[in-house]
């Protein structure tokens, strides 16, 4: 029994590990309106949030039956092959959510979970028939239980579609009652509203939040079932009453009491009803562990679990466990707002950087789209449609001291939709006993309002639906995934034995180690990114000057060791530090880019009377770019010369970029200490040095003509290193431009300051 002990221990261990990868993953559930509505301080968010996390794990124990029988039929089955079963999931579980929340996607915990029972289940019902004499593939449906599986995928395709459409027509609706500048409207309609929506988010967490909860009879379900009338009309009226003395006597603000109200309820629903999907396996190992202990006469690989089968209660000490170990993942994981980060980017109101490129499918729906709006624009009234396009237009910041228009993903009225469509969906669902995902349907609603709301201009909807097609075709290759790989894993665990589980697990503990240093490293480059974001609303010319300069700087501190690189990797032909410096250059082209897409935030928050320095950040800003793409037609041919196994270059090509490497090195050097010093009075030393490495390179593209004209050398290496020389020539010249544009500026910005 030692093996079994060690086993269930394991599973325990792996059961913190997935508490902490799945809340990672679905915070996003609760968090994404609060967080990007900005509705209170970030901790008040995260109290809130912990309560209703707290909370909800203590009312989870009758949901654990899921893991036991929901799946499979346990008495079907003896204990050793139950231990193999439940191990097999939660190694896959850790491994599919951890790399889910390193790419910060959103994806189901219900589904991964459910398709990992399945898929580890039915590889010991194939062991089991194989082995038997009697029984065939015909037979599986004596160990499995199918019909949960495709209610599953049936609930999926349902709740997609379902949530995103009555998300988008609601959230419409609302515009147009409220518009962007909605205060006004609130003083009319706000209670009315509020009564609506936390009417809609206390039935919701009656009859979800609470299903799970010990204390809550089969009566009392039954009851508030048979009220629910009664409930919804009472609460609307209650809740209007109270929401309008509150504003009356103390101007409380109602969308913010809608979102944090909302906030708690999705947080107490996702630990009443997801906690199983973390801990739920690992306490059944746990039980059928003190089972078979309980039989002492019992052997592992005779014994029946049908003890599985029957209700059980799980300890309130293990569940409040539980719980804090949720809180502290909400408070100290990265990942967790990875992945809300994801979909406040798909969902926000505004430009900004697009994670996700274009695709066929993304281009079709857009240019259809825009067709049939045309369409429908040339049949109505034109003043009925201005009197539409007034309720959407966003308000004008008029003063310094407001919030910026991109510190918000989206405001309180879309907030407070996205939480109130989502819990009655979710309510409905859970009182027609349908299997929805929480997951499934706060994203697909918050992409709904997103859509209604115009926040998909037609500068984003291309990447924004690509990114929702993304997201969705994970969730669908969640169950491919977590059935394939529980299978494999759950075979291997059963014909290796006690060696195959050492390795496996060690495996999973390795990778979750370098995912978290992949993202680690990933969270370092965004905070490097936001160091050079501008945060105020309004700019002076110095401000950005200083910005420009940082930018130059960082920049221009790269050319020499890139260069050099790149010299060296050609002359040793190595592969590796080619490949390298192709990375690294696509970083280097990725941030300049980034700096170029917000060139136009800049300049619109500059000072009035500063609108001409503009002029010269951007063209300092387009100079960086060009020097990034330098690179790039610089590196990316070197290194596949090198890979392809092409020819090396000549001794005397060598020794020519040898000699330029020294003056580029040179001149880089010079120019960054003028920028640094913002002193340009020898800037005609730094010229000649420009015109001497461009006579340089002038003087050896000669000379490689005249290798060609003997044919010394062979085609692609000659066409490689002229190539190499024409950037080289492009380099110079846009580094001595960016220091003249910076001299540029500190000329204008002091004739500025002087008038």
């Given at each position: 029994?030692?093996?079994?002990l060690?086993i269930?221990?394991?599973?325990?261990a792996?059961a913190?590990?997935?508490?902490?990868?799945?809340?990672?993953n679905d915070?996003?559930?609760?968090?994404?309106?609060?967080i990007?509505?900005k509705v209170?301080?970030?901790?008040?968010?995260m109290?809130?949030?912990s309560?209703?996390?707290?909370?909800?794990?203590?009312f989870?124990s009758?949901?654990?039956e899921?893991?036991r029988?929901?799946?499979?039929h346990?008495?079907?089955?003896?204990?050793?092959?139950?231990?193999?079963?439940f191990?097999?999931?939660?190694?896959?579980?850790?491994?599919?959510?951890?790399?889910?929340?390193?790419m910060?996607?959103?994806t189901s915990?219900?589904?991964?979970?459910?398709?990992?029972?399945?898929?580890?289940?039915?590889?010991?019902s194939?062991i089991?028939i194989s082995?038997?004499?009697?029984?065939?593939?015909?037979n599986i449906g004596?160990?499995?239980n199918?019909?949960?599986?495709l209610?599953?995928i049936?609930?999926i395709?349902l709740?997609?579609?379902v949530?995103?459409?009555?998300?988008?027509?609601?959230?419409?609706?609302?515009?147009?009652?409220?518009?962007?500048?909605?205060n006004k409207?609130?003083?009319?309609?706000?209670?009315?509203?509020?009564?609506?929506?936390?009417?809609?988010?206390t039935?919701?967490?009656?009859?979800?939040?609470l299903?799970?909860?010990?204390?809550?009879?089969?009566?009392?379900?039954?009851?508030?079932k048979?009220?629910?009338f009664?409930?919804?009309?009472y609460?609307f009226?209650?809740?209007t009453?109270?929401?309008?003395?509150?504003?009356?006597?103390?101007?409380?603000?109602?969308?913010k009491?809608?979102v944090l109200?909302?906030?708690?309820?999705?947080?107490?629903?996702f630990?009443?009803n997801?906690?199983?999907?973390?801990?739920?396996?690992?306490?059944a190992?746990l039980?059928?562990?003190?089972?078979?202990?309980a039989?002492?006469?019992?052997?592992?690989?005779?014994?029946?679990?049908?003890?599985?089968?029957?209700p059980v209660?799980t300890?309130?000490?293990?569940l409040l466990?539980?719980g804090?170990?949720?809180?502290?993942?909400?408070?100290?994981?990265?990942?967790?707002?990875?992945?809300v980060?994801?979909?406040?980017?798909?969902?926000?109101?505004g430009h900004?950087?697009e994670?996700?490129?274009?695709?066929?499918?993304?281009r079709?729906?857009?240019r259809s789209?825009l067709n049939?709006n045309?369409?429908?624009?040339?049949?109505?009234?034109?003043?009925?449609?201005?009197r539409?396009d007034?309720r959407?237009?966003?308000p004008k910041k008029?003063?310094?001291?407001e919030?910026?228009?991109?510190?918000v993903?989206f405001?309180l009225i879309?907030?407070?939709?996205?939480l109130?469509?989502?819990?009655?969906?979710i309510?409905?669902?859970?009182?027609l006993?349908?299997?929805?995902?929480t997951?499934y349907v706060t994203?697909?609603?918050?992409?709904?309002t997103s859509?209604?709301?115009?926040?998909?201009g037609?500068?984003?909807?291309v990447?924004?639906?690509?990114?929702?097609?993304?997201v969705?075709?994970?969730?669908?290759?969640?169950?491919l995934?977590a059935?394939?790989?529980?299978?494999?894993?759950?075979?291997?665990?059963?014909?290796?034995?006690?060696?195959?589980?050492?390795i496996?697990?060690?495996?999973v503990?390795f990778?979750?180690?370098?995912?978290?240093?992949?993202?680690?490293k990933?969270?370092?480059e965004k905070?490097?990114?936001k160091?050079?974001d501008?945060?105020?609303?309004?700019?002076s010319?110095?401000v950005?000057?200083?910005k420009?300069?940082?930018?130059?700087?960082?920049?221009?501190?790269k050319?020499?060791a890139?260069?050099?690189n790149l010299?060296?990797?050609?002359?040793?032909?190595?592969?590796?530090m080619?490949?390298e410096?192709?990375?690294?250059?696509?970083?280097?082209?990725?941030?300049?880019?980034?700096?170029k897409?917000?060139?136009?935030?800049?300049?619109?928050?500059?000072e009035a009377?500063?609108?001409?320095?503009?002029?010269?950040?951007?063209?300092?800003?387009?100079?960086l770019r060009?020097?990034?793409?330098?690179?790039?037609y610089?590196?990316?041919?070197?290194?596949?010369h090198?890979e392809?196994n092409?020819?090396?270059?000549?001794?005397?090509?060598?020794e020519?970029?040898?000699?330029?490497?020294?003056?580029?090195?040179?001149l880089?050097?010079?120019?960054i200490?003028?920028?640094?010093s913002?002193?340009?009075?020898?800037?005609?030393?730094?010229i000649?040095k420009?015109?001497q490495?461009?006579d340089?390179?002038?003087?050896t593209?000669?000379?490689?003509?005249?290798r060609?004209k003997?044919?010394e050398l062979?085609?692609r290496?000659?066409?490689?290193?002229l190539?190499i020389?024409a950037?080289?020539?492009?380099?110079?010249l846009y580094s001595i431009?960016?220091?003249k544009?910076?001299?540029?500026?500190?000329?204008?910005l002091?004739?500025?300051k002087?008038?």
């Amino acid at each position: 029994m030692d093996i079994y002990l060690i086993i269930v221990i394991v599973l325990l261990a792996l059961a913190v590990s997935d508490l902490v990868v799945g809340v990672s993953n679905d915070a996003v559930n609760f968090l994404n309106s609060a967080i990007g509505s900005k509705v209170a301080p970030m901790w008040v968010i995260m109290v809130i949030a912990s309560a209703g996390v707290l909370i909800g794990a203590t009312f989870s124990s009758g949901m654990m039956e899921v893991a036991r029988k929901g799946i499979f039929h346990p008495d079907q089955f003896v204990f050793a092959e139950i231990m193999v079963i439940f191990l097999a999931v939660m190694v896959t579980d850790i491994i599919l959510l951890d790399a889910f929340n390193t790419m910060g996607m959103p994806t189901s915990t219900t589904v991964s979970i459910v398709f990992e029972l399945l898929g580890s289940a039915v590889a010991v019902s194939v062991i089991k028939i194989s082995q038997s004499s009697t029984e065939t593939m015909a037979n599986i449906g004596k160990y499995i239980n199918s019909e949960k599986a495709l209610a599953i995928i049936s609930g999926i395709l349902l709740s997609v579609f379902v949530a995103f459409i009555v998300g988008a027509i609601i959230q419409y609706l609302s515009r147009l009652l409220f518009s962007f500048k909605y205060n006004k409207s609130l003083k009319y309609f706000g209670s009315v509203w509020g009564g609506m929506a936390i009417t809609a988010i206390t039935y919701f967490m009656l009859i979800k939040g609470l299903k799970g909860n010990s204390l809550m009879q089969p009566e009392d379900l039954e009851m508030i079932k048979e009220n629910t009338f009664l409930i919804i009309v009472y609460g609307f009226l209650g809740w209007t009453i109270v929401l309008q003395i509150l504003t009356w006597l103390f101007k409380v603000n109602i969308p913010k009491v809608i979102v944090l109200v909302g906030t708690f309820a999705l947080a107490m629903a996702f630990a009443g009803n997801d906690l199983v999907n973390f801990i739920g396996v690992p306490l059944a190992g746990l039980q059928s562990y003190q089972d078979i202990l309980a039989n002492p006469d019992a052997r592992p690989d005779t014994f029946i679990m049908s003890s599985l089968a029957l209700p059980v209660e799980t300890d309130t000490i293990l569940l409040l466990i539980a719980g804090v170990i949720m809180i502290l993942t909400l408070y100290f994981s990265k990942k967790a707002r990875s992945v809300v980060e994801t979909t406040l980017n798909l969902s926000r109101q505004g430009h900004g950087n697009e994670r996700f490129g274009a695709s066929t499918l993304s281009r079709t729906i857009v240019r259809s789209s825009l067709n049939a709006n045309k369409s429908v624009t040339a049949i109505l009234p034109q003043p009925f449609l201005k009197r539409i396009d007034s309720r959407f237009v966003l308000p004008k910041k008029v003063s310094k001291n407001e919030a910026s228009a991109d510190q918000v993903s989206f405001d309180l009225i879309r907030a407070s939709v996205n939480l109130v469509v989502a819990s009655i969906l979710i309510a409905i669902g859970t009182s027609l006993k349908l299997p929805l995902s929480t997951t499934y349907v706060t994203f697909m609603v918050a992409m709904g309002t997103s859509l209604s709301d115009r926040a998909w201009g037609r500068d984003d909807a291309v990447y924004r639906i690509q990114g929702v097609f993304s997201v969705i075709g994970g969730w669908f290759l969640t169950a491919l995934i977590a059935f394939m790989v529980s299978f494999i894993i759950a075979n291997i665990i059963y014909w290796g034995g006690m060696i195959a589980i050492v390795i496996i697990v060690a495996l999973v503990f390795f990778l979750i180690y370098r995912t978290q240093i992949m993202h680690k490293k990933r969270e370092s480059e965004k905070d490097e990114d936001k160091e050079d974001d501008f945060v105020e609303e309004i700019l002076s010319g110095s401000v950005v000057l200083e910005k420009c300069l940082g930018h130059t700087t960082k920049a221009l501190i790269k050319v020499p060791a890139f260069y050099e690189n790149l010299v060296e990797g050609l002359k040793n032909e190595d592969r590796q530090m080619l490949r390298e410096l192709t990375k690294d250059v696509k970083k280097f082209n990725k941030k300049t880019k980034k700096i170029k897409d917000n060139v136009n935030k800049t300049v619109i928050k500059l000072e009035a009377d500063q609108i001409d320095t503009g002029y010269f950040y951007v063209q300092s800003v387009d100079y960086l770019r060009e020097i990034a793409h330098c690179f790039t037609y610089m590196a990316m041919p070197s290194y596949e010369h090198i890979e392809n196994n092409h020819d090396g270059l000549g001794k005397h090509q060598t020794e020519e970029l040898m000699e330029l490497k020294a003056g580029v090195k040179d001149l880089i050097g010079d120019i960054i200490a003028v920028v640094q010093s913002k002193d340009y009075y020898n800037l005609d030393v730094i010229i000649d040095k420009q015109q001497q490495l461009l006579d340089l390179i002038a003087t050896t593209r000669k000379n490689q003509v005249k290798r060609i004209k003997e044919m010394e050398l062979q085609t692609r290496r000659s066409l490689l290193y002229l190539d190499i020389l024409a950037e080289t020539k492009n380099l110079i010249l846009y580094s001595i431009n960016v220091l003249k544009s910076q001299r540029d500026f500190i000329m204008e910005l002091n004739k500025n300051k002087a008038e």
